[in-house]
């Protein structure tokens, strides 16, 4: 059997090796159009902070070797012939298949693609973005940058070189930075303290509108309330959207069934997968790390052992990188709001019915655990909550294990 | 392959276990090395719970979420010992890790093992050299009450271990008496202080 899989990421990565490790002896050829190994796009930031680009092939530099892989590189896919079983590249090649895996992620959307001819502005999304911006500041001598974008890869984008020592300005056209993971309260929070704790500009309710250039690098900005900021480095990371049109013609994502299926012999997952949330069962893409692990797993059960069926995808998410505040945050923001907050660390729990419908932790990571377990196992906890979320030294689990003070309901 | 256990009602909130972890994780390997140091990396904790204590640490489940969860390739289970271990070198503290840790028993900071100018996530690991050649874990070594246990474990606890700690609670069976007369004690004396009878 002959597998081929469109990208290299870390879906594709995974779906590789658990084929390999559980004995699969067939061809199996990866497709990408950047010319690295299984990367991880969570770790590589910290190669424009300054950390060894070697950490983040998460699964080895020498993936392709390591599993007996055919990697077709530097060459993108553009159409996907389901009914021949064969893909297409850019450059005219085409490869047959048994089965394919189709992972191709999300690109960087731009509002302005023609910005990007502008030398100086960059998107921030994968590592060959890292090394352009790297090579960049570096031969520039950059020292300041606008990052255009607040949801996550526009936070991690502003720290990220933050960390490097470079003066940010962060452009944000909502109220509130990472509108996505936060409701307006904690996100208005999260945003006060990380421009106190990171000096960083935070201008809300502002977008880029207009960029000018002096000898084809960029030489400042104009911000949508007339005025404008000189600068010679631009990162534009305000949305992204799934690579699926090789597949299906547009780019509103794969769907999938609960083996990740998309089409006969043809599996999807990642972060161009639409699948449904495991507890809400609404459909969509939930492109998080965990998720498209679990859901290659589940392609590679299905493609070897025919069973297997993926339980849903949780839209978690935590963003602490380069800097010790962390926010995290999981389901959606309504119902009964129970808040908690003491200093830097401010809490709240969305109930619905008793149960948590929604959670946002920020400044601290202590509990956060218990209360994501609270939030899948569905119980009610209407009459604890409050007092797990104020509990001074974080003890609720092992108070209610120890049947101590019945702060929290013990978890099957 | 074995596990810590914890018969928590032996637990004299003695901190032995704190302090034998602290030395035997420290480059100095020993207490006045690791004492007052703030890269010192304690990775179990004794927490109080009115009047019980417990003592706190990574349980390494199988399957481990923070294993599922790190993005980074940092963290991995010693198929040899079960050991779940975590890589200082290639972790990011970007806290998927302790976002979905049941147990609360990851933790963060800058320790002598982050060999990046900045915090890095930290755990139990088992004292996986001391166990490899023979040894028990530090902590159970320094435990003279009997509250952690190295022993063997039960692969058909294995399903409910990753959500649930009864898994890894003892009974109290074989309680010496004077440590019942300790715990009458202590009980008393927290119902004291916390204005009770």
Known sequence: MRVVTVGTGMAAAEF??????????????????????????????????GEPLETVYWK????????????????????????????????????????????????????????????????????????????????QGITKAVVF????????????????????????????????????????????????????????????????ASNGQLASVRFSDGSSMETAMLIVSIGVSPNSEPLRGDDKGVPSDPQMLADAGIYTAGDVAVTRHAVTGASGI???????????????????????????????????????????SAGSFSGEAVTWQDGDIWRRVYLQDGKINGYIIIGDTRMSGYIYQLYLSRKRVDQTILKTLSAPRHDSYYRSMLGLGGSAMAMA | MKRIF????????????????????????????????????VNVRVLGIEHEAFPLSCRHCEPAECLNACPSGAITCDPETGAVLLNPALCKACAM????????????????????????????????????????????????????????????????????????????EGMPPLLELFRELRRKEFARRSGGV
């Open chain 1, 16 to 49: 590789v090796q658990r084929l390999r490790l559980d004995g699969f002896d067939g061809e199996i050829v990866m497709c990408s159009d950047e010319d690295f190994a299984p990367y991880s796009p969570c770790v590589i930031p910290f190669y424009l902070a």
């Open chain 1, 60 to 139: 080895g530099k020498d993936f392709y070797d390591q599993y007996r892989v055919t990697a077709r590189l530097g060459d993108s896919v553009v159409e996907v012939d389901a009914e021949r079983r064969l893909v297409r590249t850019a450059a005219g090649r085409s490869e047959t298949y048994d089965r394919l895996f189709y992972a191709t992620g999300a690109r960087s959307w731009y509002p302005r693609p023609d910005w990007l001819e502008t030398t100086g502005v960059f998107g921030f999304k994968t590592l060959t973005d890292m090394v352009a911006i790297d090579r960049y500041v570096r031969e």
């Open chain 1, 149 to 212: 974008g607040g949801g996550f890869i526009g936070v991690d984008a502003a720290l990220a070189l933050w960390h490097r020592g470079l003066e940010i300005t962060l452009v944000h056209r909502n109220t509130r930075l990472l509108s996505q993971m936060t409701d307006e309260d904690g996100g208005q929070f999260a945003t006060r303290k990380l421009a106190e704790k990171t000096g960083i500009n935070i201008r809300l309710k502002t977008t880029v509108e207009e960029i000018s």
């Open chain 1, 286 to 328: 939930y492109a998080t790390y965990p998720n498209a692990m679990q859901q290659a797993r589940i392609a590679a059960r299905h493609l070897l052992h025919n069973d297997g069926a993926f339980s849903g995808s949780v839209n978690t998410n935590v963003l602490k990188k380069h800097i010790d505040f962390p926010i995290v």
């Open chain 2, 6 to 41: 914890v018969d928590y009602k032996k637990c004299l909130a003695c901190k032995a276990c704190e302090t034998a972890c602290a030395i035997e994780h420290h480059p100095g390997h020993s207490l006045l090395a690791a004492l007052g140091d703030q890269k010192t990396q």
């Open chain 2, 97 to 172: 890790c302790a976002m979905v840790c049941p147990f609360d028993a990851i933790s963060f900071k800058h320790t002598h093992r982050a060999p990046y100018d900045r915090d890095v996530a930290y755990k139990c690991d088992l004292c996986n050299d001391r166990i490899k050649e023979g040894g028990t874990p530090a902590c159970v070594e320094a435990c003279h009450s009997g509250a952690l246990i190295y022993a063997e474990y039960d692969a058909t606890r294995t399903n409910r271990a990753t959500k649930s700690l009864r898994t890894y609670l003892l009974g109290v």
